[in-house]
Every structure is written in structure tokens, then in C-alpha cells.
């Protein structure tokens, strides 16, 4: 069965900089969520989307970007990166009607900020 | 607003031995609850969820989980363990109508031969 892709998997980039993570949902799941993951942290929400408007936002730094596209993918956009955005950003999806929490995680984007 | 709280960071068990995991949680409104393991080096998988009916429920791999309103808490449990097994699990919620997880902080299993 086909799962939720992310890329790329891994990513380093000095403070400063700009990163991008792409992330391809389960076919016919039309709400895809962000999640950032520090290191020994529990997963904590960024920012969710369905049928390509923002539907929830969590504790997304301004410094950040996010959207939906109209094949559902979903792109997070990062800027003026800082060594604290080091993480695991996890991608998740599932559908609108009969989601209630049973999301589909991606494998996750490891960012290494330097 | 909703939250989670795991008790335990960590749980060492011996391979066969029974273990429980302990979750509370906190909400004004009525909750789905779940749990999700994960691997090293992977992402989060579902290992089963309550949304309503039984109170108990059986996931993957073995284990269940006993939804108890009154003390608002959705312990996991399973009767023995794998090396295998040896994961991080989050205990997680969601308010009726909305998708949005909210985790707790985890607890590592660490099951021994």
C-alpha cells in the first residue's frame, strides 16, 4: 500500500539559510499535518492543511512557511534557519471524513542545522 | 485545550515479561484516544485507537489499551514483550471532529533478554 513520502530524508544546512521539506500523501487523504519532533521530544504540531486552505496551526515560528497543493502535496518552508530548527519534521496525512486522529506518518525529514 | 501525560519515561522489562504503559489525559470535550510507536529511525505507527463503544481495545503486535473515563486515562499493556519491542510509544489525542494530534512525551520500552 502506498504510505506517505517525504523528502528529502535528510537535509543539513547552516544557520541562516533556507530549507524546503515536500511531503506526498496517501492518495485520496486530503488533510495533511506537520509535525516537528526535537531531539528526545515528543512530536509537537505545526500546522495542518485540507483541500489546500490551512485547517489548524500550532506552534509554527513565523520563520516558517507552509501550503498545499492542488495534488495535495504539501510543501514547509523554512528561513533564517537557526540551530534549534534541528529536528525531525514529520509529515502525516489522512482523510477529512472518518480521520479523527488515525493519521498516516511519513518516515520524517531529519534537518541538521550547522 | 487538551493533554497528554505519560508517566513514565522510560520502562525496562525482561523479554516475556507483561508491561504496562501509562497515559492520563486531560480535556474539556470529548476525546479520541490513541497510541503510536515508534522505532528508531522511523516514523510513528498506529498501534491501535479508542473513538468510541468497548473500552478495550486490541491493537497491533499484541497489545491493547483500556480507556477509563472516570480516571481519564488509556494505559497500554501487553501480557509479553518482545525484544522486539524495544520502541518509543506515544500516547496521543484528539478532540471529537478534529484530526489535530496532541502527544505526550513518551516512554521508551526497553525490553532485555
Known amino acids: 500500500a502506498a504510505g506517505v513520502i517525504q523528502s528529502p530524508r535528510h537535509l543539513i544546512k547552516e544557520k541562516r539559510e533556507t530549507a524546503t521539506l515536500k511531503c506526498y500523501p496517501i492518495?485520496?487523504?486530503?488533510?495533511v499535518y506537520w509535525y516537528q519532533q526535537g531531539p528526545g521530544q515528543d512530536p509537537q504540531f505545526l500546522i495542518s492543511f485540507y483541500e489546500k486552505m490551512q485547517s489548524d496551526k500550532g506552534s509554527i515560528p513565523d520563520r516558517f512557511s507552509a501550503q498545499q497543493f492542488s495534488d495535495y502535496h504539501s510543501e514547509l518552508n523554512m528561513s533564517s534557519l537557526e540551530l534549534g530548527d534541528s529536528a525531525l519534521y514529520f509529515c502525516?496525512?489522512?482523510?477529512?471524513?472518518?480521520?479523527?486522529?488515525?493519521?498516516?506518518f511519513g518516515a520524517g525529514s531529519r534537518l541538521t542545522v550547522l | 485545550a487538551q493533554s497528554v501525560t505519560q508517566l513514565d519515561s522510560q520502562v525496562p522489562v525482561f523479554e516475556e515479561a507483561p508491561v504496562e504503559l501509562r497515559c492520563n489525559y486531560s480535556?474539556?470535550?470529548?476525546?479520541?484516544l490513541f497510541w503510536y510507536v515508534q522505532y528508531p529511525n522511523q516514523g510513528l505507527q498506529l498501534l491501535l485507537k479508542y473513538l468510541s463503544g468497548s473500552t478495550l481495545v486490541k491493537g497491533i503486535n499484541g497489545f491493547e489499551a483500556e480507556f477509563n473515563k472516570s480516571q481519564t486515562s488509556f494505559h497500554l499493556r501487553k501480557p509479553s514483550v518482545h525484544i522486539s519491542d524495544t520502541a518509543e510509544y506515544f500516547c496521543?489525542?484528539?478532540?471529537?471532529?478534529?484530526?489535530?494530534?496532541?502527544f505526550g512525551k513518551g516512554t521508551m520500552l526497553l525490553v532485555s533478554p
Open positions: 502525516a496525512s489522512s482523510p477529512r471524513d472518518g480521520g479523527y486522529g488515525v493519521l498516516t
Open positions: 496521543a489525542v484528539s478532540s471529537s471532529g478534529y484530526s489535530t494530534l496532541t
Open positions: 492518495p485520496r487523504h486530503d488533510t
Open positions: 480535556s474539556s470535550v470529548s476525546v479520541y
